[in-house]
């Protein structure tokens, strides 16, 4: 249903302009995060032919339909401006700049300024509830649940190997003094000596690219 959601709200509110991404529903780690968009074109179909990609969190998809709409939306706004050449996110892709704010007020959403997040905080326009009401959608009966009593986990046999965890290990830089520093979860860190942010460097399976984080 979310390829279905894609082409509806593409024709609905960016007049069809947006080309398709791949959707994918992946945790991988960012539980707290209702999706985020990859701004890299990391998807290859055939040879020539590359896609961005959305992703919407499969732990969340149980969330009232309108919510999970608006999530849905909030990525497309990072795939327009990527496909217009526009950066809309610092810092490792949590802090939503006021292009990204311009963006979704043009295109179905309303967007809160936030200390911390920027204009990260998004909800549906009063219009744009009406039209998704309007699509006598149901809520997702399927979700990924991970709350379960550890009891309810069956070990392994005798010849069955654990497999290690990704390390979460993230690398800071100063894009001034190049001094660097290491954590195990995303922080906001300030250089004294330059005063400038670290930025990320090196962030999970994703490489030296950042992703757009909806929802944290």
């Not at 069809?16 to 945790?27: C, F, Q, R, Y």
């Not at 707290?32 to 701004?39: I, N």
């Not at 003094?177 to 860190?189: F, G, S």
Request: hydrophobic share 30%; glycine share 6%.
């Amino acid at each position: 249903m979310l390829d279905w959601l894609f082409e509806v709200f593409n024709e609905k509110f960016f007049e069809s302009e947006l080309s398709k991404p791949v959707i994918t529903m992946s945790g991988e780690g960012r539980r707290r995060a209702y999706g985020w968009f990859f701004p890299k074109q990391i998807w290859q179909d055939g040879e020539e032919v590359r896609h961005y990609e959305i992703n919407i969190c499969p732990e969340h998809l149980n969330r009232p339909i309108e919510e999970v709409c608006e999530t849905l939306l909030h990525e497309m706004i990072h795939l327009k401006n990527a496909l217009s050449g526009i950066v809309d996110c610092h810092r490792n892709g949590l802090y939503h700049t006021k292009k990204f704010q311009t963006c979704a007020e043009r295109h179905g959403l309303k967007a809160m300024k936030t200390e911390k997040y920027g204009w990260a905080k998004t909800s549906l326009k009063d219009e744009t509830l009406d039209f998704i009401k309007s699509l006598n959608l149901e809520t997702f009966k399927l979700f990924r649940n991970l709350n379960f009593p550890s009891d309810d986990i069956e070990g392994g046999d005798e010849d069955s190997t654990e497999t290690p965890k990704p390390s979460s290990s993230r690398k800071y830089v100063c894009p001034s003094c190049d001094v660097n520093v290491r954590a195990t979860k995303e922080v906001l860190i300030r250089c004294e000596k330059c005063q400038e942010l670290l930025t990320i460097e090196i962030c999970r399976k994703t490489g030296n690219v950042p992703l757009s984080v909806s929802n944290i």
